[in-house]
């Protein structure tokens, strides 16, 4: 499938997405913090669902 809202002409600033390998190898994953935010995100979901 062709993108037909592709502009070739625009510039792309190099830099702005430009990920080097080492910042994604020595990151460390904070899954305390991911389980807490997805328990409150259905938290939330389920209470707003039965006041509703």
Same mark, same amino acid.
């Given at each position: 499938?062709?993108?037909?809202? @592709?502009?070739? *002409?625009?510039?792309? *600033?190099?830099?702005? @997405?430009?990920?080097?390998?080492?910042? +994604?190898?020595?990151?460390? +994953? !904070? @899954?305390?913090? @991911?389980?807490? !935010?997805?328990?409150?995100?259905?938290?939330? *979901?389920?209470?707003? *669902? +039965?006041?509703?």
């Amino acid at each position: 499938m062709e993108n037909t809202d @592709y502009n070739p *002409d625009l510039p792309l *600033d190099q830099e702005l @997405y430009t990920i080097e390998w080492s910042d +994604i190898e020595n990151t460390e +994953i !904070d @899954y305390e913090n @991911y389980l807490n !935010d997805i328990e409150n995100f259905f938290r939330e *979901d389920f209470e707003h *669902d +039965i006041f509703e």
